[in-house]
């Protein structure tokens, strides 16, 4: 069900296609239950970075936390997190795959909690903040 009428809350099923293109150009699936699992535990990662405010300038540490439910095998949700963090540092694009921000960030770490509750959900907690450590 909709939350509203609004076609601003809708989906981009244009860029939601693109990146199910990718998923199955680059990833082998026996089964098509686990390629709607990686579909939709991706959605979630990109909804929720979407919501999440810009990453600030200069070198930075980031932490990601990652509240899961039993269902969720959590090491299969960082690289799908860090390949869409481009919506936090911004300035990257298709059409050049690295670019010199994408470097700033120095320190990262990642934790997960698993919550009984949760079944297939997943919630990423995001602090980032100046880091002490040098870039080079």
Known sequence: MAASDDLADTIDYAAVWEEIKKLVENESFAIIERLADQIA???QIDEQLTEAQRL???PLRLHIGFVVGPRR???NLWKPTIDALGKLLGGTTPD???HPSDGRI???G???RTDPTFGN???LRI???PSSADPT
């Open 41 to 43: 535990h991706r959605a």
């Open 56 to 58: 600030p300038d200069g």
């Open 73 to 75: 095998n959590w090491p």
């Open 96 to 98: 050049r795959p690295w």
């Open 106 to 108: 120095v320190q990262l």
């Open 110 to 112: 990642l934790s997960t």
């Open 121 to 123: 959900h997943i919630t």
């Open 127 to 129: 602090h980032a903040g």
